[in-house]
């Protein structure tokens, strides 16, 4: 096992290397499979968590607890970065304390400053431009499905948001053909664009940006959707449906996709908008076991920041 990880922070899915992020994958898809021990007893995480959460908190206490650590959580109304307190203070308090922190907050520049500062490992639990480890848990679900990452095709009909980018990027860096589908205006950066375009160059894979959901969803092997409207959005939500109307996937969109196709959405789902409740709850579906590979992913994450273990 390789230690490289060991130490370092994880604030864009990027920030692994491509066979680092590969490897995670098939460390988690073990452990899932084969369960652990709880290496990481002793050691601790802080959670520090500006923005609501369910499944990234609880997949952050189950991956923790469960490898033998503890964890730590800090509310919106107990944090505070930048306003409490400035966040290069709360990241030289938590390093004397804590081996690990993780941070979900709005601006990506509070993570990086975090990481600046703390001398211990920080992970990106969501931030407004990225969400590393749902990309990893987006991954490891197609790797279970398909059995193979290299040369699937995964449609993204939707907002170029937080999710689609790592998600974009990830996908680049496993030779996947990522096809996203989004409204003018609505689309992924074009810096990362480019980036994610090298990496793909690299593993084989591909990023075709379009217009159309049906072009997207055309003959994919995985569809996904998310959210029209991401936290911190919700007075865009009324511009928002209109931009993205007729970007909904339903029965006939999925139907376009290949017949083994499995649908995937990273949740909160509102069903009705980005959504049907008949493909949330169809035989495609594969979004609950994508909700809980994200604790899966985490413990792996831990193991190779922590103690060099899978990465």
């Known amino acids: 096992m390789s230690g490289s990880l060991c130490g370092r922070d994880v604030l864009?899915?990027?920030?692994?290397?491509?066979?680092?992020?590969?490897?995670?994958?098939?460390t988690a898809l073990r452990l899932k499979v084969e369960g652990h021990g709880q290496p990481l007893t002793g050691r601790t995480l802080a959670l520090l968590f500006e923005k609501p959460s369910l499944r990234t908190r609880l997949s952050f206490e189950v991956a923790m607890r469960s490898l033998g650590g503890n964890c730590l959580y800090?509310?919106?109304?107990?944090?505070?970065?930048?306003?409490?307190?400035?966040?290069?203070d709360v990241a030289r308090v938590l390093e004397r304390h804590v081996d690990c922190i993780a941070v979900r907050t709005f601006q990506q520049e509070k993570v990086?400053?975090?990481?600046?500062?703390?001398?211990?490992?920080?992970?990106?639990?969501?931030?407004?431009?990225?969400?590393?480890?749902?990309?990893?848990?987006?991954?490891?679900?197609?790797?279970e499905a398909k059995g193979r990452l290299e040369g699937v095709t995964l449609a993204f009909?939707?907002?170029?948001?937080?999710?689609?980018?790592?998600l974009c990027l990830g996908a680049a860096m496993c030779g996947l053909h990522f096809r996203i589908a989004s409204p003018q205006g609505y689309e992924l950066p074009a810096d990362l664009v480019e980036r994610a375009r090298a990496l793909a160059r690299e593993s084989g894979g591909s990023i075709a940006l379009?217009?159309?959901?049906?072009?997207?969803?055309?003959?994919?092997?995985?569809?996904?959707?998310?959210?029209?409207t991401s936290m911190g959005q919700e007075g865009e939500a009324e511009a928002r449906r209109r931009?993205?109307?007729?970007?909904?996937?339903?029965?006939?969109?999925?139907?376009?996709?290949?017949?083994?196709?499995?649908?995937?959405?990273?949740?909160?789902?509102?069903?009705?908008?980005?959504v049907t409740d008949e493909v949330m709850e169809g035989p495609q579906s594969v979004v609950w076991q994508q909700a809980e590979n994200k604790t899966h992913a985490i413990k792996a994450l831990l193991l190779a920041l922590l103690v060099g273990e899978g990465g």
Not at 12 to 26: V, W
Not at 210 to 228: F, G, M, N, Q, S
Request: glycine share 6%.
């Open 12 to 26: 864009s899915i990027a920030d692994l290397k491509a066979g680092e992020l590969r490897s995670l994958l098939h």
């Open 243 to 274: 931009a993205f109307e007729g970007y909904t996937v339903d029965t006939g969109l999925l139907a376009m996709a290949r017949p083994d196709a499995i649908f995937m959405h990273d949740l909160p789902a509102h069903r009705g908008e980005e």
């Open 112 to 143: 990086e400053e975090m990481a600046r500062y703390a001398s211990v490992p920080v992970i990106n639990a969501l931030s407004d431009h990225e969400h590393p480890t749902q990309a990893m848990a987006d991954l490891l679900t197609v790797l």
């Open 210 to 228: 379009l217009r159309r959901p049906e072009e997207a969803v055309a003959d994919a092997d995985v569809v996904y959707t998310d959210v029209w």
């Open 157 to 166: 009909v939707g907002d170029g948001n937080n999710v689609a980018r790592s």
């Open 74 to 88: 800090f509310s919106p109304q107990e944090v505070g970065l930048g306003v409490r307190e400035p966040v290069k």
